[in-house]
């Protein structure tokens, strides 16, 4: 057991969330999915103090049918990926996505890793 607090501690060491952000939130905004993805990767690096083109790894927790999918977000954004990771379309995998993207980071395959959910309900 204490070999596993060990690697936890090395872990935490290695990767930290450095930047957040939203879409608009309500009913009928009459955008994609892709659209408010955008506007939150975007406010996500602003305020990371980065660009969208450091971002080269990224983990989506909504995908089809109800949102959109990794592959698809990162050809509609633009972005140039070394690793992505898309879970289960149930909407409850945040901390799933959050410790795929650390240790992503962790292991030297992505430098920063976005994660979201992309989904649009109207």
Same mark, same amino acid.
């Given at each position: 057991?204490a ?11 290695q ?14 905004l009459?955008?994609s999915?892709?659209?408010?993805? !955008? ?23 909504f ?46 395959? !992505? ?12």
């Open positions: 057991m070999g596993d607090t060990d690697r936890l501690r090395r872990l935490a060491d990767a930290v969330v450095c930047g957040v952000g939203e879409s608009a939130y309500g009913r009928r009459g955008r999915a892709i659209d408010l993805a !955008a506007d939150a990767i975007q406010a996500a690096v602003a305020d990371a103090g980065l660009t969208k083109g450091d971002i080269d790894g990224m983990a989506v927790t995908g089809s049918p109800l949102g959109a999918d990794a592959d698809t977000l990162a050809f509609a954004l633009g972005l140039e990926l070394k690793a992505y990771n898309q879970t289960w379309a149930h909407g409850r995998f945040t901390g799933t996505a959050l410790q795929w993207a650390a240790m992503t980071v962790a292991a030297g395959l !992505a430098d920063v890793v976005a994660c979201l959910a992309a989904v649009s309900f109207t």
